[in-house]
T-cell receptor, first 116, second 111 residues
Framework: KAGVTQTPRYLIKTRGQQVTLSCSPI?????VSWYQQTPGQGLQFLFE???????NKGNFPGRFSGRQFSNSRSEMNVSTLELGDSALYLC???????????????FGPGTRLTVL | QKEVEQDPGPLSVPEGAIVSLNCTYS??????FMWYRQYSRKGPELLMY????GNKEDGRFTAQVDKSSKYISLFIRDSQPSDSATYLC???????????FGTGTRLQVFP
């Protein structure tokens, strides 16, 4: 069974631009979560989508947004990019929405975003 | 102060060594404790999961939770070069799906 796929794998943008990242979950998985990973802060939760609806949102500014399509694929958008947005953006999928810390999620390889 | 603290390393050990990786935390409500392994250019994968206090063993890996000290550990016996990766701890309270991750410890096992 194919794992979580993310495109593109690497991206270079300049300040002020916007970017869209894509995530395809494992087949049959309907919940998709997005994380930002940086050396200083580690993994930080951005948001989770299930059935095209945002279930949870982390503590990030409104420049970060996402959506989920009927086939469970998800996109994440960052507008007006800042230097501090440079990070690895990870997508994770699970069969159903995570309701507990013990629910397992499967991560994709991430998209490395560099903002110049 | 961060809710979860983890030494970033790198930790460099010879093949066959016993490795100890640790995290401390401040939130006494945390009940679920996880260790993830992340290879270079890959996403994290769940390695070990424990609930509340105690030990859990899986092959060469042992996860230990000491809730009284708010301290968790991952031990790797007979370490192999293939264990070279970043290890992330993560934890969550009982009634929430919110996972708090440590920043990760980079481990290098040399032959």
């Amino acid at each position: 069974k194919a794992g979580v796929t993310q495109t593109p794998r690497y991206l270079i943008k300049t300040r002020g631009q916007q970017v869209t990242l894509s995530c395809s979950p494992i087949s049959g998985h309907r919940s998709v979560s997005w994380y930002q990973q940086t050396p200083g802060q580690g993994l930080q939760f951005l948001f989770e989508y299930f059935s095209e609806t945002q279930r949870n949102k982390g503590n990030f500014p409104g420049r970060f947004s996402g959506r989920q399509f009927s086939n469970s694929r998800s996109e994440m958008n960052v507008s007006t990019l800042e230097l501090g947005d440079s990070a690895l953006y990870l997508c994770a999928s699970s069969l159903v929405p995570r309701t507990s810390g013990r629910d397992e999620q499967f991560f994709g390889p991430g998209t490395r975003l560099t903002v110049l | 102060q961060k809710e979860v603290e983890q030494d970033p390393g790198p930790l460099s050990v010879p093949e066959g060594a016993i490795v100890s990786l640790n995290c401390t935390y401040s939130n006494s409500a945390f009940q679920y404790f996880m260790w993830y392994r992340q290879y270079s250019r890959k996403g994290p994968e769940l390695l070990m999961y424990t609930y509340s206090s105690g030990n859990k063993e899986d092959g060469r890996f042992t996860a230990q939770v000491d809730k009284s000290s708010k301290y968790i550990s991952l031990f790797i016996r007979d370490s192999q070069p293939s264990d070279s990766a970043t290890y992330l701890c993560a934890m969550s309270a009982y009634d929430t799906d919110k996972l708090i991750f440590g920043t990760g410890t980079r481990l290098q096992v040399f032959p």
